[in-house]
Each structure stands twice: as C-alpha cells, then as structure tokens.
C-alpha cells in the first residue's frame, strides 16, 4: 500500500508541472521552428488522464495566436492524440475545436483538425448529437477545394454518419440529410483519392450496419471503369456489398431488353475485373467471387468456359478432348499432328471476343502473370466449388493443371483445395493421373499434401487405384521417408473403396490358384503398404479374405500388432475377433470411463475422514486406477494423466509429513530428510509439468497448481530448517518464502475465495505473526498448518490435453553407425509429430546427449515447424552433430525438451494485464526467471562413430 | 507488314513529325523483296531529313533485320530506339543472318559485320517506361509486350496526339516472361499485331504438362528426346520448364543444349532479368534461373552415349544442322522421341514427319525409317484474339489499326472491334496510307486573375464539365493566351469602343409619361425578381445597366415610346426585355 501511495502523489506533481512547462516553452518559442521543436518534444511523452484537458487548452490558446501553418498543424495533430488518451472524454474540447475550423485558411490544418475531430467522435460513440453536429460541419466543408479536406470529411461522415434513420430527430433531420446520397455526390469528384475516400466512406456506413440504397449499384458500376486502380479496387469491394444486399432485385442489361438478377450482373462485372490492368484489383476481385454464392449455375459455369477457335474454327479444349477419351474407352495413345485439328466451322456473327460477363473469368484468373492473383483465384474457386457439387466437377480440370504451376504456393494451395472439395467429386482416369504425377515432387510439403488429398478422394474405376498404388509406390522407393504419411493414405484410399480393390486382389498378393509364390519380405515398406490398403478395403468386404493365402493371415496378426493405428480389426475365419472397447457412438458424457473417472475423484476428495494409512492406500489406488485409464482411453489420457500427477503430488506431500518421521531423534533425521527433500524436489518438478504441459489448463487451475508449489516450497523450508545448524541462512529463507506467499496471494487474489481451509488461507490468518517472529517459530508454524491443511479440491477444465512428441526419424533401429570425421558436423535429419505444444516455435527444443554425459541443446528454426491440422504440429529439422574422436561407435541420446519460463505463465501475464504499472518493481526477482525444461518425448538411441582425420 | 507477316516496316506522321516502326525483313524472299521498300519514305533527299526517329520493338529479324541495310546502306543518321536487351541480342542474329545469307549462299552486295556495328552505334536505348524526348515535341515511351525478352510496345506522342505501337505482344505470361501491359494512355490510334485474329487459345498449362509429360515418360523408359527449337525465345521458355520440371521431380537424366548462337543469348538472359517474369525476377537473388543447373552444353560425342537424355538442337525445322544429325541418329529407336515446339514449313524434314510420313529419303539417295515417336507441341508467344480485345479495352484508343496479320483473319478482328468498342478500325495494305483525323486540343494560357474572376461568377465549378468563360483570344508569336478585355486593349494599344444598342418599343398607354414609366417599372420589378431594377428620379428605368425611358410620340398623346438602350455586354439581357416589353403591359395594373 505504501508504494501505490508514493506514486499517487508523484502523479500530482507532475500533472501541474507538465502543462505548465509547456506553456512557458511555447511562450518562450521565438520563432515558428522553435515551437514546433517543442511541440515535438512534448509529443514524444505520454500526458496523464488528468491534466490532457489543461494541455489542451494551452494548445488551443497558442493555436489562435499562431501565424505558421505547419506549427497549427501540429498542434491540431496533437489535439487528436490527445483525445485518444484512454480515460479521458473529449466532449470538453470539441466545441473549441469545431471553432476552430471556421477560421482556418490552410488546407492542410483543415485535414489534420477534421482528422481531430474523427477522433474525437469515435471516443464518443453514445452521443448522437455530437456525431450529428460532426457531421454538419464535416458536410459543410465537403466544397473545400483541396482534396485533402474532402477526403477527410468523408472519411468522418463515413465513421459518424447517423446509421438508423429514426434516430435523427425532426428538427436536426435537415441538417442530417441524407448521408448516402451526400456521399454519393462525391463518387463523380475531380480527384481520385476523393473518389476512393467517398467509396470507402460508404463501405464503412455499411460496416456499420447502414442498409444502401440499391441505386448506388449503377453508380458503382462507372466507377469500374475508372481510370485510377485504388477506385477500382474500391468500386469493386462496393458492388459486392450491394450483390450481397440485394441479391435478388432485377437490372436491366444495357443495350438490350433483357434482365437479369442483380447476384448475377455484379458476379459478371466482377469477373470482367479479374482481367483487369491492375493486379491489386486482378486480386481483390478474384478474392471477393469466392464469396458470391448466390450467383446462379448457369454464369458460375461460364466463368470456366472458353471458346477456343482456330482460324474462325471451332476448336475443342485439351480438357474436352481428354474427356472425350475418356468416355470413349480409348486409352490416351501418343498425340498426333493435328489431333487438335480444328473441327466445324463457327458463325462469325457468333463469337463475342470479349463477353459482357463471367466468361472465363476462372481460366484468365488461374493463367494470371502474377502468383498472387492466381491464389485467390484458387481460393475463389474452393469457396464456390464447396457450395455447388455440378461447379466442383467442372473445375476440376482446371484444379488439377494448377497443380503444374511454377511456383511451389500456388501449388500447394490448389491441393489443398481440391482436398477440401473431395466429397463433391470423383477424378477421372486421366485427372488422377495428373494428380499422381505431382507425387514425385521434391518438396515434402506437396508431396504429404497429396497423400492427404489421396486419403479422401474418390476414385471411378479400378485401374485408378491401380495406378494410384503403383505410383504411391514409385514415390516410396523415391523418398522412403514417406513411408507413414503413404501408408496412412493407403489406409483411407482402401476403406474408401473396398468393392475397387476386391478384383485387385489376386494380383496385389500374387498369389496363383494353382502355385505357392514365395512368401514375400515382411520387412519390406512397399509390401506393408500393399496390405495396408488390402486389410482397411478387407474391413467393409467379408469376402476379401477367402482370397488370402495362409502367410498373408500371418502377416496380418503380426501388422495387426505392430502397426495398430493402420491395420482395423479384421473378422477373419476361425478367428475370433478381438472386440474393441469402444464404439465411437457412445457421447462423451455417458461414457462409462469418464463416469469413472469423476467417481475417483469424489472417493478422493471425501477422505478427511480416513485415517493416513487409509488415505495414502486410497491414493495410491485412484493413481493406478487413472494411470491405467489414461493407457486405455485415448481421448481421456491427459485428463487422467493431468489428476494422477496431482494426486501423486499430494501423496508425496503426505508421505513425507508423516508424524512419525518427523519425531525421531536429531541423527535419525537423515533418512527422514532425504525422503522429504526429494519428495519436495519432486512435487516441484510435477507442478512444472502440471503447468506447462498440458494444453487446456485455465486458471483455476494454474492456482491449485501454485498452491502446491508452494507447499512444497513450505516442506524444503521445513528440512532445511531441521538440518542446517545456525540460525543466519534460515532469515534469507524465510523472507523469500514469505515474499513467495505475498505474491501468491496478490496474483491469485480473485481465487482466495475458493480456497477455504487450505494451507494457504491459514497460512494467511497467520501472516502478521508469520512476519514478526522467529525462523525457527516460523517453521514450526509452516509445519503444523502444512499437516493441518485440507487437501484442495481440483477441478478439471473441459478439456485437457498432455503435450506430447513423437520422434519418427531416427528411429534408433539402425545398426550402421553414422561415421564422420571428428572435428566436422554431421547433419542428423530429425522428424518428429508434437501434439498439443502451444506455441513450438518457441518451446520445443532438441536436445542431444552424447555418451560422456555432455549435452547440446539446439533450437530448431521457426521454418521447420508445420502444422498440418488443429493441435498437431510437425518439427522436421536438421540437427548437427559432431565430436571428438572416438575408437568405437557408440549412442548418443536425441530427444525433446519443452522449455518453459514461469515469466510467459499464465499467472504472471495476468499479472502483467491486471496491474501492469506496478508488477515490475513488486514482483520479486525470483519469480522473475525460473526456467527450465521438460523432456517430452522418449529419448531415441543413434549410433554415431566420429573417425580421427586422416592425415 | 500491311495484311500480311514479316517485313514489318510502318510510317506514321504524326502532328507533322515523321516515326518510322520497325525495320524488318522477309524471311520468304531472298531478292529485294526481302527488304522494305525505303523509296517510299522520300524519293530526292536524304532520309535524315525526312525522318524524325526509328523505333524497334524486338529483336525478331521480321522486324529489325532490315536495319544496316536502312541505316548504312540507304544511309540514315538520326536516333534509332530500342531497350536494352534488343539492344544486345539484336546484332548477334543481325550478324547470324548476315553470315548465312554472305558466307552460306554466297551472296554480294550486302551489308557487312562493320556496317551492324556501325548501325547499333545509332542505337539510342530505353528503359520501361521511360519517357524519352526526341525533340521539343517528339516523345516516345516503351511499355512491357512479353513476347520475346526486351519486345516492346511504344507509345508516340507529340503535343496531345498520340500513337501507341504494339510490336509483337503477349498477354499471356510464360515460364519465362510476363504479359503485355499498357496503362489506359487513350492513343488516338493503336497500331496493333494481329498474327492469331482469329485464334483463341486453350490455356497453356494443358500444353505444358501435356510436354512434360511426354518427355517425363520416355526418358524413364530409358529414351531419348530430341527437341529441334531456333536459338532464341521458346528455346529458353522450353529451358525454364525443364529445368524447373528436373528440380522438382529430382530426375537425373542429362539435358543438352547445342552450343553456338544459344550461350551468347543465354548470358544475355541471365543479364536481363528484370524483363522476365514475376517467378524468375523474385526467386534470381537466390538463384538465377537461367544458370541451368541440369543443362548441360552439348558436343557432338553426346549423341552416341547410352541411356536417357533430353537434347535442344537447332534449327528448328530439321532441315540441317546439328538437329537433323541427331535426329538421324536416333530416328532408328522406337523408344525415342522427336517433339517439335513450332511451326514446320513445307519441304523440311520437320514437316514431313508430322504430316506422318515414315520413311525418309536422305540425300544420297539413303531411305531413313523413322521408328521414334514424333510429336508437335505448339508454344507460341502472341496475343490470341482474346489477347489483342483486352489490350484494346486496356488502353482505350480512339482509333485501331491492324498489322502483321492475314488480311482475311484481319477483317474478322476489325468487324469484333468496330462492334465491341464502337472504334473505327483500319487494316491498310502494303504501300496504303491511312489518314486518321484527330482532334487536336490546343493548349491556352489563361492569366490567374482572369481564371479565378471567372470561375467565381456562377454556380461552383464542377470539375468534369466544360465551362464557359468570357475572354480575348490573343493570338501573339505562335502562342495563343486568353486574357481579359481590358489587358488585351491594353496590350493591343487599342482605345475601347463602346458598342450600345437602342429600341424603340411603342406602348398604348394614355396616361402620363411618368406614370407609364411607374407601370413599366412595377411590372419589371415583379418579372425580374434577382435582378436590381432601379426607378431613377428622372423617370428613366435601369434594369442593372440597361437604360428604359419612357417618352410620349410626338404625334399620338395615346401611345407612349419606350426607349430601351443596352451596351454589347449585356446583348442577352437587353433583347430579352425588348421582347418582354413588346408583349405590352399587363392590363390592370395601376
């Protein structure tokens, strides 16, 4: 409390001090330049809440008396940042600065003060009738002459402008007139930047929830063909507002008597600006015909047709000739000169070069010069082709050649649309031919991007999934590191298509009706792909397995063990299937386990009344019991694993609390104390992990976790006390601690509440005591409420999930050491799936051990992080090692680390938020650092042999 | 290039300055119909004189292979542009050429190696759109065309007429160039190629991957490829593709380029790389595309290794040469391939393996068969019809004019043109004029004071209109000023004349003079409501500056003469009261 008074009145010594000094520096100011300087001085520190009004006045007094321009001008800047200063309500000011427009000359001031004013308005967004006024003096300087006035009066009409019509009353409603149409006059101004303002103006009044008339369409639609690209651009955005408002109101096509939906005319101009001169509106308009779903099948189509012609002939495109192929049963033999012979002739009254509408808009964007506009034209087409199943199929052709393009984004981006639009269609023979090819690419990123793509498409014949497993396959052999992501694929592309593999069968086993073929590798990758994608098609198809012969029944229990997440279960004959616990129909919420679970925790949290034999068995009990629920219940792992560790926690603290320990003679103590001391050590290690590694852990929880923190922090006081002789260490240790507690309770000061009988609540009744007395008192306080205390309840967050990794590669199975010579680096290839890791790029590290217990710890680079799905991040990384000569080949450990830092916890960036002014000097040092690391992953054992040079 | 392609060679005057475009030559013709016919320009007099500048859009010998004959054997001396890739590529095909017709065929009286260096001395060159004054009132501007690396388009302009030039041009990017871009520059005539008028294009990438495809397939099956291209433009696009085609899928097989003219041009590539396109121009700083890292140069010992391999060999067309070696080689083998990227003309071997023919008869009377698979793949860089419609709708010209096309392709693009962009359209034949008229604005200077005067009087201005304004045209040493009536009096030393008119306008009215005057002024007064109608004491009337007197006639008591006198100024006001008067006084009113 001391402190916040100190500065309180630091606060009132400044508050005069700084308007004050002001004043006299302006009036000090000789010349223009020398105020402005100071006026820039001024403006690089904050002013508190309570005296910007003083300082504002002190401004506008020197403003009146100003000559320069550029001076005014800062000061009318100032005046603006002024009156964003949080806490502090401008409608003080604003009749001075209103006031203060009437005299202006300079444009530039003019800009800057109606800029002030915007300010000013938004701050008071509960007043309609200083927005009102606003807006009438905004209106009133809209004839201004230099365009930058304009602009900004518009953008202040656009930000303040009344949005419902009831709200202006009758005898302001003359000076409120019509805001849009106000705005709209201004779409015709001489000045471009103007025009864009006014357009952006009424974008804004739309955003805020104003309904424009339909009649700025025909407006809009000139301003599409300005001359200037930000009013294009602009104009674009507008016309797609009004598509969206008035979807289904009819216009008229120029030119003709003709009428079409306006949905339907705006996507036709819209398109139109995909072939734009500008790319920013190349861009903006690809982007915005995603979101255009109203448009009606028949334009959606259009924007995929173009007619080809040669020589005033018509031509068909390499896509229907493809299909036509197709359908005729053909298979594709080598092109021949003139297989794209232009065929009948077409009407030359006919043919429209440049259609008035959506034609090819999607072929011109997807051939577009630029990346960027060939992206959001990918991303157009994902929305739309979600939308409608018939629009999918069509662009499916143009989807799978963008899967060629030169540049690595844009290619990845069409598979992971066409993987988002799988479930509307089916690829062609010669589609998934295109497809496969991509396999062979050399960047990962597509080459895993496809197999996902792989994994749900839908495939017609079974030639394709042929081909498919040949070239998975091909790709195999070519990068061996695919291996899981291949066989993963392989998996959803047989449950997909059990009826496609059936007829395949025979063939993929090689088996014969009449020879034994020898039994091939079980080792072999491709050979386990092959029955990955037999044994998941087998899974929906009872007969499959009559085709098997007798090693493939062996195979099968063998990859049935090894690889479990790839193989299903599989009713086989004269087996007896192994049935699975849980059928994923079952809710959460009558899932027997979870019931368990709660359960033990309300036969925990109820023994006070046991004896402490009884509660530690108790305990000891539940953990097994949630250990072992946590192996099977794969959803509710990091819930029970999350309890277990607390209740260990709390059976360690108990343990080591024991009476009897405690009350044998001073040399016995050693046992005694290095039982407690480790058990100390422990909880503190477990309440890191509670904190860090579980992804989900609100702050109810962070608390309890603290809460044990600090117990445990009680309990290594307590033995320290005990086995340290003199009383001199003990003061510094005792003030820490103390100092801990303050900090707890100022951290967790809204959760005190739910924290009845714990340590800590009567470690609080106790305080003013605790401060006073002894070390040696202060322990033996800390010791009987430690006992004392109840044990605190822990409630569980919805959901809670363990960090954790998965090394993949090394995988530590390798014979042949890694020879290098000593003194160089070799580069180990680390791949590894982390779950649940909050923030990677920042916590995870690689950490090495080489066998003379030296350890290398290596930060991964931020780009070797991926993401491929919610919660799941990959970490493909190099690590490089290297070491002096050894005379044997010998293992070196790699495993991951989860770094944390109780600074980035969640406690303390509460702390941070809630009384940010304070915390840095309040909170002690110690608090202020602690960081370390949790190993999250098993270690993997590579084998290395570091050579001495040659010489 | 009037109606047809080649010997590309265009004469515009334009507001008296006289531009010639382009200077190519005939690839079809080898007398002197090759070149264009200068004597056209002027008959007596020295070309010099006559022509303000020569401008080059690219490099392609139908449009700059005429150039030394122009410049140092017909003899001119004044600017020629072009950019600056142009610039260096074009003397090492204007030196291939010379080579070939003087070295290969033996002819005389043509330019030599001295003469092309002497005509690049000449060569001014330009960046993307710089604006480079030729003279006082000439200048030029070159915007991107994509085409081949450094082609142009090129805007002419003197004071406000201006002419836009397209070369070749195209508006779909490649692997190794952008698209043709122009900004709306309203030219009042755009002369544009026409080579595709009736062609739309399916798009690229079906051709691409089509390519790669093939050649994908048959080096895994352990065949090679061979591919005829001329040394530049598609060989380098082709280049790109298979290069970043082996990056991508790691192949490992060798790719061949023949040496020669190609490694020049290459380095030049490599050289140029803001003329490329957006894949090259950003990813150049890690690596440039055009330092190939899977292609190789080629020796004539290559062709006889086993295994796969992928081979450029010029010339194109398999008529001789290292491509036509190659291909004998290996025409034998079912498991290679022929692909031929462009256009064969009739006679060559080229063509006569896509038009499907089998067996070969080689000179020597040797019957080649050919087993390898033959394919065509057309990769093409001008704008398609579709092409040349948007770069119309992108610069907006009054006028269109078409080039270097088919006359008959040419009347279908021109009767789109006039229908879609209401423009008139022109195709002129070789040798034909065109006169277009435009309509010249002439700038005026206005002095401040007369400017703000007037823009002061009447509603406020509304930018985009025209506005009236009253002043004196002074037309002085080829200027032309407006200034106000009393300056120009001033400056001319002229006394100003008054110039009043007066009416006389006959009432019956029998009351007094006075009266009638009273009557006049009252009925006015409620006519005129903004106007200031003043009733002096001596009973005449003034209606701002207009004069009314109102006398009796000398002869008739009963009728009353009124006299309406107003200066020129206020000519409108003064008749419209004389009418006004005319109609008589209302009745009733006292």
Known sequence: ?951 | AGQDVGRSCILVSIAGKNVMLDCGMHMGYNDDRRFPDFSYITQNGRLTDFLDCVIISHFHLDHCGALPYFSEMVGYDGPIYMTHPTKAICPILLEDYRKITVDKKGETNFFTSQMIKDCMKKVVAVHLHQTVQVDEELEIKAYYAGHVLGAAMFQIRVGCESVVYTGDYNMTPDRHLGAAWIDKCRPDLLISESTYATTIRDSKRCRERDFLKKVHETVERGGKVLIPVFALGRAQELCILLETFWERMNLKAPIYFSTGLTEKANHYYKLFITWTNQKIRKTFVQRNMFEFKHIKAFDRAFADNPGPMVVFATPGMLHAGQSLQIFRKWAGNEKNMVIMPGYCVQGTVGHKILSGQRKLEMEGRQILEVKMQVEYMSFSAHADAKGIMQLIRQAEPRNVLLVHGEAKKMEFLKQKIEQEFHVSCFMPANGETTTILTNPCIPVDISLGLLKRETAIGPVPDAKKPKLMHGTLLMKDNSFRLVSPEQALKELGLAEHQLRFTCRVHIQDPRKEHETGLRVYNHLKGILKDYSVQHLPDGSITVESILIQATAHSEDQGTKVLLVSWTYQDEELGSYLTSLLKKGLPQGTP
């Not at chain 1, 004043?23 to 403006?43: E, G, I, N, W």
């Not at chain 1, 960047?443 to 081909?467: F, M, P, W």
């Not at chain 1, 023994?607 to 629920?629: A, V």
């Open chain 1, 1 to 951: 409390q001391q402190h916040e008074e100190l500065s309180t009145k630091k606060l009132r010594l400044t508050k005069p001090s700084k308007s004050a000094a002001l004043h006299v520096d302006l009036c000090k100011a000789t010349s223009p330049a020398d105020a402005l300087q100071y006026l820039l001085q001024f403006a690089r520190k904050p002013v508190e809440v309570e005296s910007v009004e003083g300082v504002v006045r002190i401004l506008l007094e020197h403003y009146y008396k100003e000559n320069d321009a550029s001076v005014r001008l800062k000061i009318a800047s100032l005046l603006g940042l002024l009156s964003k200063t949080a806490g502090f309500s401008p409608d003080c000011i604003m009749d001075d600065a209103i006031n203060t427009l009437q005299n202006e000359k300079s444009h530039q001031v003019l800009a800057q003060l109606l800029d002030t004013l915007l300010v000013i308005g938004t701050k008071l967004p509960e007043n309609p009738s200083v927005r009102m006024r606003l807006v009438e003096v905004a209106c009133k300087h809209l004839t201004d002459s230099s365009h930058g006035v304009r602009n900004k009066c518009l953008q202040l009409i656009g930000c303040l402008g009344p949005v419902e019509k009831g709200v202006a009353k009758e005898a302001e409603s003359q000076a409120a007139k019509d805001v849009q149409k106000i705005i709209g006059d201004h779409f015709n101004d001489q000045d471009p930047r103007v025009r864009t303002a006014a357009i952006k103006a009424m974008l804004q009044l739309h955003e805020r929830g104003l309904k424009l008339q339909q009649a700025i369409y025909s407006q809009a639609c000139k301003l599409l063909a300005d001359d200037y690209e930000q009013v294009r651009s602009a104009a674009v955005q507008l016309i797609w507002v009004l598509s969206q408002l008035y979807p289904e109101s009819i216009v008229p096509i120029p030119s003709s008597n003709e009428e079409i939906r306006l949905v339907d005319d705006a996507f036709g101009k819209i398109c139109h600006m995909v072939s734009d001169g500008s790319w920013v509106v190349r861009v903006q308009a690809a982007k915005l015909l995603g979101s255009m779903q109203q448009v009606s099948s028949h334009f959606l189509e259009q924007t995929l047709d173009k007619k080809l012609m040669s020589d005033l002939r018509r031509k068909r495109t390499a896509h229907e000739r493809a299909k036509e192929l197709y359908s005729s049963g053909e298979f594709s033999s080598g092109r021949k000169w003139g297989d794209d012979a232009p065929k009948e002739e077409i009407d030359t009254g006919a043919v429209n070069l440049i259609e008035s509408g959506a034609c090819g808009a999607f072929v011109h964007g997807l051939e577009d010069e630029m990346y960027e506009v060939r992206i959001a034209a990918v991303e157009a087409l994902c929305m739309l082709a979600q939308s409608s199943p018939s629009f999918a199929e069509k662009c499916l052709d143009f989807l799978v050649d963008m899967f060629n393009d030169e540049i690595e984004e844009v290619r990845l981006q069409s598979i992971h649309t066409m993987r988002k639009i799988s479930n509307n269609i089916t690829l062609r023979e010669d589609q998934l031919d295109t497809v496969l090819a991509v396999l062979e690419d050399s960047s990962r990123d597509i080459r895993e991007a496809l197999h996902e793509l792989l994994c749900c498409t839908n495939v017609s014949t079974k030639e394709g999934i042929h081909l498919a497993l040949v070239e998975l396959l091909k790709n195999l052999t070519k990068y061996p590191t695919d291996r899981e992501s291949i066989w993963k694929c392989l998996k959803f592309l047989g449950s997909r298509h059990p009826t496609l593999v059936l007829p395949l069968v025979p063939e993929l086993l090689s088996t014969h009706p009449f020879f034994d073929t020898p039994e091939p590798d079980m080792d072999d990758p491709a050979y386990i792909a092959v029955l990955v994608l037999i044994f998941n098609a087998a899974k929906s198809c009872p007969t499959m397995p009559a085709l098997f012969s007798d090693h493939t029944f062996r195979h099968y229990a063998y990859l049935r063990d090894s690889l479990s997440h790839l193989v299903p279960p599989l009713r086989l004959p004269g087996r007896k299937l192994v049935s699975s616990a849980v059928s994923p129909s079952i809710t959460p919420h009558e899932d027997p386990s979870q019931q368990f679970l709660h359960q033990s925790l309300e036969r925990v949290y109820s023994f006070q009344h046991l004896d402490p034999r009884g509660i530690q068995e108790l305990l000891e009990f539940t953990i097994r019991d949630l250990q072992r629920l946590g192996e099977l219940q794969s959803e509710l792992a990091g819930m029970a694993d999350f309890t277990a560790t607390y209740l260990q926690c709390q059976l360690l603290l108990i343990k080591a609390l024991q009476e009897k320990l405690w009350n044998v003679a001073a040399p016995l103590y050693l046992k005694q104390n290095a039982l407690a001391s480790a058990a100390a050590k422990q909880i503190l290690e477990e309440t890191y992990k509670m904190e860090f590694m579980y992804s989900g852990v609100e702050s109810r929880q962070v608390v309890i976790i603290h809460h044990m923190r600090l117990q445990a922090k009680a309990l290594q006081l307590i033995v320290t006390a005990r086995t340290t002789r003199g009383v001199e260490p003990l003061f510094g240790m005792c003030e820490k601690f103390l100092q801990e507690v303050d900090s707890f309770q100022r951290c967790f000061i809204s959760e005190l509440p739910h924290m009845q009988g714990s340590f800590l609540d009567k470690l609080l009744d106790l305080m003013p005591r605790l401060v006073t007395s002894k070390p040696s008192e202060v322990v033996k306080i800390l010791q009987t409420t430690l006992r004392q205390s109840t044990f605190l309840h822990l409630p569980l967050p919805e959901q809670l999930h363990r960090a954790t990794a998965n090394i993949i590669e090394p995988t530590g199975e390798s014979d042949n050491p890694l020879r290098f010579t000593s003194g160089l680096v070799v580069a180990l290839d680390v791949d590894a799936t982390l779950e649940h890791v909050q923030d990677p790029q920042g916590t995870v590290k690689v950490q090495v051990l080489y066998p003379d217990g030296q350890a290398q710890l290596i930060h991964p680079k931020p780009a070797d992080f991926r993401n491929p799905g919610p919660g799941r991040h990959r970490l493909i990384t190099q690590v490089y090692l290297s070491h002096t000569a050894w005379t044997e080949p010998c293992q070196i450990e790699v495993r991951l680390l989860l770094a944390y830092n109780s600074n980035r916890s969640k406690a303390s960036t509460r702390i941070s938020k809630s009384t940010w002014s304070e915390s840095l000097e309040a909170l002690p040092a110690s608090e202020n650092g602690i960081e370390g690391t949790i190993p999250f992953s098993k270690p993997v054992k590579v084998y290395i042999m570091p050579k001495p040079a040659r010489r």
